[in-house]
C-alpha cells in the first residue's frame, strides 16, 4: 500500500486549503480512510475519518470547519480545511484502515 498526500502549505488564520491522498496498491473502496495530523512536540492526533459507507467523524477541534470526503473512482480522499486557526499547524497523515497505516505527511502551517 502507498499513500501519497498532498495540498498541504503556508496560509493566513482565516484561509483554507484542501488536502489530497492517492492510494495504490489496495482496494481503496473496501477501507475505512482518514487523516491525522502530528504537531512539534505533540502526540499524532485523529482529525477525521470517513468509512466505506460515507459515514463521517471529526475531531471536535475541527468540527464545522474541516469536511472529509472520497472518491472511490480515483482512490482519493480530501480534507478540506476553512477558517484556519494557528493551531492547525501541523504535518498532516493521510491514513487507511482501522490499524490504522499512514502515509508520508503534508505540511500545513497557518500563520496569525
Known amino acids: 500500500v502507498q499513500l501519497q498526500a498532498s495540498g498541504g502549505g503556508l496560509v493566513q488564520a482565516g484561509g483554507s486549503l484542501r488536502l489530497s491522498c492517492v492510494a495504490f496498491?489496495?482496494?481503496?473502496?473496501?477501507?475505512?480512510m482518514g487523516w491525522y495530523r502530528q504537531a512539534p512536540g505533540k502526540q499524532r492526533e485523529l482529525v477525521a475519518t470517513?468509512?466505506?459507507?460515507?459515514?463521517?467523524n471529526y475531531a471536535d477541534s475541527v468540527k464545522g470547519r474541516f469536511t472529509i470526503s472520497r472518491d472511490n473512482a480515483k482512490n482519493t480522499v480530501y480534507l478540506q480545511m476553512d477558517s484556519l486557526k494557528p493551531e492547525d499547524t501541523a504535518v498532516y497523515y493521510c491514513?487507511?484502515?482501522?490499524?490504522?497505516?499512514y502515509g508520508q505527511g503534508t505540511q500545513v502551517t497557518v500563520s496569525s
Open positions: 496498491g489496495t482496494m481503496f473502496s473496501g477501507n475505512l
Open positions: 491514513s487507511i484502515g482501522v490499524l490504522p497505516y
Open positions: 470517513i468509512s466505506t459507507g460515507y459515514a463521517t
